[in-house]
């Protein structure tokens, strides 16, 4: 496939479909139909097509409508290696270079437009983007907030305007995750990448997108899904799957294209290991599905799915819609566009608390009975499964660390490593004074609801855990003071080979 572009003293250009990721037709779309959009944020791992589907763009806007950009990274001296050489590949993929000339510092094209490559060694540069169309902040963690919020000011004026800014999500307290996105309520979009933990969301206020990406999106790394175009990057691939059994938070940021984790110390599950604890598991229909349900709805209505075969439990899926669809309704259905109902039955689990009368509610009903019902009507079979009480925070903690440091009683507990949420969970609910979850709260900075940040997905997967091995639970906490016991074991003498 292809599409052919002719203007005034321009010549025929013929572009292929295939020299490009999807990533380019997402921004491509929203540059040429959303003239109300004004930033686009993308952030994700290494090797995700980022910067160069950028360079794609505004060397074919450049070329076909004169429009000028100015590409920006934070030392002059790091410009010739990095940027430069990103646009150049953006000029030679789009098979454009009788179009532009290169020159030190920046690009012309034959029909008038330019692009500068600069560094912000000083905030007045920032202040002489007014004459350009795009701008591109390459590596926006690296900038201070003050050089970003004066150069967004900056591009004003006639035409199309629309600032670019690409990072790799270093540390959750960088400025540009606690000042800048966090401040916008987001909202699911249209688009779609090819990765399913990537997303592209839209502001409520409707003037900026935020793209998250991974390697998985670039068909120069995964292949393109016919096999007809881009390759397999095996080695690649291969050197990403040891960094994820060696160093995972630097996997998750670089590869995974999550927020990094910075904050460590103190955490509730101690004995979390994701080299240990986290494995690629996916779907089994011979077996039956568990499901475990956190009832808060801030910042998302949370399930988790699991299935297990005797002592051996895993977690293969979890659901974590957020504002609008954090519905058990839109949850539901969620569940059963991924699962679809068979002979089995469909365990259900959660909090006890859940069962208590609701005003809210029609008299008689109550949260599981209203799952019950929904799931009945897709046509599961359900069979729900709670505790004559809830245990203990602290007990259960100890009991969920014990498993994972030593596998008592024979248990084994996993996690699909594409249960992203779930880890960072792990990885960040702290322990309180008392021995129980710290629930911290925090204020969304547009809706101004307060929310318990942490702890709800591993919360699903406490009443899980406690409950699927009752027996074996019952037995721990009658002995008179549990010990929680030390990962000081490799690998190989918890007898984990990958």
């Known amino acids: 496939m292809s599409h052919t572009l002719e203007t005034e003293n321009i010549p025929t250009i013929t572009y292929s479909l295939k020299w490009f990721n999807p990533l380019f037709f997402i921004l491509e779309d929203i540059v040429l139909k959303r003239p109300k959009i004004k930033r686009v944020l993308i952030y994700g791992g290494k090797s995700s097509s980022k910067t160069i589907s950028v360079s794609q763009l505004l060397a074919k806007q450049g070329l076909e409508q004169r429009q000028s950009s100015i590409l920006f990274r934070k030392e002059s001296a790091r410009v010739k290696t990095t940027i430069k050489k990103s646009f150049d590949l953006g000029i030679k ?5 009788n179009g532009w000339e290169k020159q030190d510092r920046s690009f012309k094209s034959v029909s008038g437009a330019e ?167 996916t779907y089994n229909p011979e077996l039956p599905l568990h499901i475990s349900f956190d009832e808060n709805v801030n910042p998302y209505l949370t399930l988790s799915i699991y299935q297990a075969e005797g002592k051996r439990s895993w977690k293969i899926g979890e659901i974590c819609l957020e504002h609008p669809l954090n519905t058990l309704t839109h949850t539901l259905k969620k569940f059963y566009a991924t699962y679809k109902p068979n002979s089995n039955t469909v365990f259900i689990y959660g909090d006890r608390t859940s069962l208590k009368a609701d005003t809210k509610l029609e008299k008689g009903h109550n949260f599981f009975s209203i799952i019950e019902d929904k799931l009945s009507k897709y046509g599961y079979k359900t069979k729900t499964r709670l505790p004559n009480k809830n245990p203990g925070v602290a ?88 010990t929680v016991h030390k990962t000081d074991q490799t690998l190989e003498e918890l007898g984990i080979v990958y």
């Open 395 to 482: 007990a259960r903690g100890n009991f969920i660390n014990d498993i994972f440091a030593a596998n008592i009683f024979g248990i084994e507990y996993t996690i699909s490593d594409n249960c992203l949420r779930t880890i960072d969970d792990y990885e960040n609910v702290k322990e309180d004074s008392d021995g129980t979850k710290l629930k911290k709260k925090v204020r969304h900075p547009v809706t101004k609801v307060s929310y318990e940040q942490f702890g709800h997905l591993t919360d699903t997967d406490d009443y899980f855990i406690c409950e699927y091995y009752k027996e074996e639970f019952k037995e721990y906490i009658s002995e008179p003071e549990p």
């Open 115 to 281: 692009v500068i490559l600069t560094g912000l060694d000083d905030e007045d540069k920032a202040k002489g983007v007014e004459g350009f169309n795009f701008v591109l902040f390459d590596e926006l963690d690296q900038f201070e907030e003050n050089e970003y919020a004066q150069t967004n000011l900056s591009l004003r004026g006639e035409g199309r305007k629309v600032f670019f800014a690409t990072w790799n999500p270093v540390s959750k307290l960088s400025w540009v995750k606690t000042k800048l996105v966090d401040t916008y309520l987001w909202e699911t979009s249209m688009y779609e990448l090819p990765d399913p933990n990537s997303f592209v969301k839209i502001s409520s206020c409707g003037t900026t997108v935020l793209i998250k990406t991974s390697y998985k999106d670039n068909y120069w790394s995964v292949g393109s899904p016919c096999g007809t175009y881009g390759y397999v990057d095996h080695n690649l691939i291969e050197d990403y799957e040891k960094l994820r059994l060696t160093n995972y938070n630097r996997y998750k940021v670089n590869v995974l294209g999550e927020w990094g984790n910075v904050n460590v110390g103190g955490e509730f599950y101690k004995n979390f290991r994701t080299e240990a604890q986290v494995r690629k598991h």
């Open 93 to 97: 993929t789009t098979r454009l270079q």
